[in-house]
């Protein structure tokens, strides 16, 4: 008989739009009690400073604002797990005009704030449902505004990082997407059952090939909290330096993922 087929996870459209409303809202508010010498820091994002960071973040949402005005697209065809690894591919023309953005917006409180109007707007015109040209794809709206609560999650975790004393909270709902999204990208990236990874209390999701358990403790286990995982997916902490400080359990044979990742940058 052959395997199952895994279901593809589903997100429920109220509940993903709000989630980037509070995200995005947490992170203008700290962007309007931001010093000139704060935006000026640097970032863990190569020559990026903070204030570039900033304006990046708003692109985040002015993407979907770009999207609704390219024509639908006939159907679907990629899914959620298909868009992580897309994310590097552009990396440079993202650069690029994110560095453009922050000459451009020097009110960057005020930029976010106008982003986050006409977006709120235009979202009530459109279902969930309705497919967006995407650079990964064609997504329903609710999936892509799910990548959206990941680029917010994780570029609220390098502002907390650059600048000290910073700490932006992450909205539960918005945290939860993010690490269930990066979860499935690794089980559609390493396919199989011989080991489970563990991110409570949002995710549990088996890969790697290999014998697959049916009952009791799996024998390869990896556990961690959301925050690291995140890191690991994206590339901000290594594998092995999670491990060795001790904020990655694993065990078991095939429970190195440090091969497996980053899944985006």
Known sequence: MPPAKKRTRTYDPVRTRDAVWAQFARVRE?????TGEQLALPTRLGDW???????????????????????EPARQDVTLPDWPPTTAADSAALAEYAHRLAEENPDLYA??????????ARLDEHPGTRLLATPAGALPLTDYLVTRA???VVHTDDLNAAVPG???PHDRQALAACTRLLADTLAARAPGGSTEV???PYAVVQCVEGPRHTRGTPPNVVETDPLTWVRLATGRTAWRDAVEAAEVSASGERSDLGGLLPLMR
Do not use: K
Request: charged share 25%; proline share 4%; no cysteine.
């Open 30 to 34: 700290a962007v309007g009690g931001l």
């Open 49 to 71: 400073t903070v204030r570039e960071l900033v304006a990046h973040i708003g692109t985040a949402l002015s993407a979907v604002d770009r999207a609704l005005d390219r024509p």
């Open 111 to 120: 930029y976010l704030g106008a982003v986050g109007e006409r977006l709120r």
């Open 150 to 152: 990941v680029e917010l």
């Open 166 to 168: 910073l700490a932006v």
């Open 198 to 200: 563990r991110i409570p």
